[in-house]
């Protein structure tokens, strides 16, 4: 069964730090990886989505990074700006022909980015 | 539509009572998922259709639950005799095809009393 960690749970940097958050996963027969964002009370916003052959992926201020023979991606993010704070969730997928893009979350990191 | 939208956004419900939750997924997107996410978890899969049938139900906690997606597009979570412990926020997501992109609802919240 796929289990996925994220580390750590919570965060809190002043503003314009660089930051990085972890995640790892204990089967490393991925078909994709994709990390969200989640502001209190609202539905996930997708950040960035790795393909399995891919090693990583940019846009704007995130990077997002894959190794699957690890079982690990790390998110960066640059410049951190309040309007970062949010939880951000690393999910996996596994693709099969029956479960489609079913993913498997983290329980996420929480950010607080402060002034 | 635009995105993925779930009504209602909320929804409080006595103990007992069934309650429907419908999502209207991006136009064109054949996959659906329902999730489930519990306050300060991540959310976790219920089940997944491609088209109208449901490929993988094996995320559906019992038999109380049940959802549909019959002509291929919206799709609603039925749940019967609720119980306080299915209180969470419940989540919508759509994909274009098998293994690309999901993108979620902003989701219901359902308050079981």
Known sequence: KQEVTQIPAALSVPEGENLVLNCSFTDSAIYNLQWFRQDPGKGLTSLLLIQSSQREQTSGRLNASLDKSSGRSTLYIAASQPGDSATYLCAVSRGVKTSGSRLTFGEGTQLTVNP | ?113
Do not use: M
């Open chain 2, 1 to 113: 539509g635009a995105g993925v939208s779930q009504t209602p956004s909320n929804k409080v419900t006595e103990k007992g009572k069934y309650v429907e939750l419908r999502c209207d997924p991006i136009s064109g997107h054949t996959a659906l998922y329902w999730y489930r996410q519990s306050l300060g978890q991540g959310p976790e899969f219920l089940i997944y259709f491609q088209g109208t049938g449901a490929a993988d139900d094996s995320g559906l906690p019992n038999d109380r639950f049940f959802a549909v997606r019959p002509e291929g597009s919206v799709s609603t979570l039925k749940i019967q005799r609720t119980e306080r412990g299915d209180s969470a926020v419940y989540l919508c997501a759509s994909s274009s095809n098998r293994g690309t992109e999901a993108f979620f609802g902003q989701g219901t919240r359902l308050t079981v009393v």
